[in-house]
C-alpha cells in the first residue's frame, strides 16, 4: 500500500499549484481521503476531507475558498488544487487514505 504525492514546489505569493497523491496497492474508491501539511514549527493539520460515508468535503477555514480537494477513482489519484497562495501556506503537504499516509511533498511559497 502507497500513496505517493507529488506537484510540490516553489511558487510566488498570488500563485497556484495542484498536488497530486496516486495510489498503488490500495484503491481510493469510496474511502475517506484527505490533504494535511505541516508548516515549519507546527502540528499537522488538516485541510480538505472527503467523508466516506456520504462523500460530503470537509475544508478547514484557514484555506477554505482557496484550495479545493478532488479524486478520480479512474486513475486512482487524488488532489488538492491550491490557489491564491500566501507565504504562510508554506509546509510539507501529506495525503491521507483511511489510515495510511503519503510520504509528503514540500510547498515552499516565497517571492
Known amino acids: 500500500v502507497q500513496l505517493q504525492a507529488s506537484g510540490g514546489g516553489s511558487v510566488q505569493p498570488g500563485g497556484s499549484l495542484r498536488l497530486s497523491c496516486a495510489a498503488s496497492?490500495?484503491?481510493?474508491?469510496?474511502?475517506?481521503i484527505g490533504w494535511f501539511r505541516q508548516r515549519p514549527g507546527r502540528e499537522r493539520e488538516a485541510l480538505a476531507c472527503?467523508?466516506?460515508?456520504?462523500?460530503?468535503?470537509y475544508v478547514a477555514d484557514s484555506v477554505k475558498g482557496r484550495f479545493t480537494i478532488s479524486r478520480d477513482n479512474a486513475k486512482n489519484t487524488m488532489y488538492l488544487q491550491m490557489n491564491s497562495l500566501e507565504p504562510e501556506d508554506t509546509a510539507v503537504y501529506y495525503c491521507?487514505?483511511?489510515?495510511?499516509w503519503g510520504q509528503g511533498t514540500l510547498v515552499t511559497v516565497s517571492s
Open positions: 491521507w487514505r483511511s489510515g495510511t
Open positions: 496497492g490500495v484503491s481510493l474508491g469510496d474511502n475517506a
Open positions: 472527503i467523508s466516506s460515508v456520504d462523500g460530503t468535503t
